[in-house]
């Protein structure tokens, strides 16, 4: 069964950073998309950033250009690097990976790390 353990989360001023971490842990199995999602009070979770196998990456449009997503396959990890953050930023932060095992196919999620961006 794998494991996923984020990392890094917490509070920080506007115009600060963050690098959140995610971490997957098992036995024989491979990861094709990586991803961190984050959901608001109130709100429903939303895609921020993803990373294909191939390293295509996908950005939400509010993110661009100040978080950088990236993997580490050899450590089975996940990283978001977050600059300029802004108070909108505030959410409950999962990462999500796409597993196969053996003839298995499924998603994971994190358990979730807070954000929270504030003076």
């Known amino acids: 069964q794998v494991q996923l353990v984020e990392s890094g989360g917490g509070l920080v001023q506007p115009g600060g950073s963050l690098r959140l971490s995610c971490a997957a842990s098992?036995?024989?199995?491979?990861?094709?998309?990586m991803g961190w999602y984050r959901q608001a009070p109130g709100k429903e979770r939303d895609l921020v950033a993803i990373?294909?196998?191939?390293?295509?990456?996908n950005y939400a449009n509010s993110v661009k250009g100040r978080f950088t997503i990236s993997r580490e396959d050899a450590k089975n990890t996940v990283y978001l690097q977050m600059n300029s953050l802004k108070p909108e930023d505030t959410a409950v932060y999962y990462c999500?990976?796409?597993?196969?095992?053996?003839?298995?196919?499924?998603?994971?999620w994190g358990q979730g790390t807070q954000v929270t961006v504030s003076s």
């Open positions: 098992g036995s024989m199995f491979i990861i094709q998309n």
């Open positions: 999500n990976m796409r597993i196969i095992s053996g003839v298995y196919e499924y998603d994971k």
């Open positions: 990373i294909s196998r191939r390293g295509n990456i």
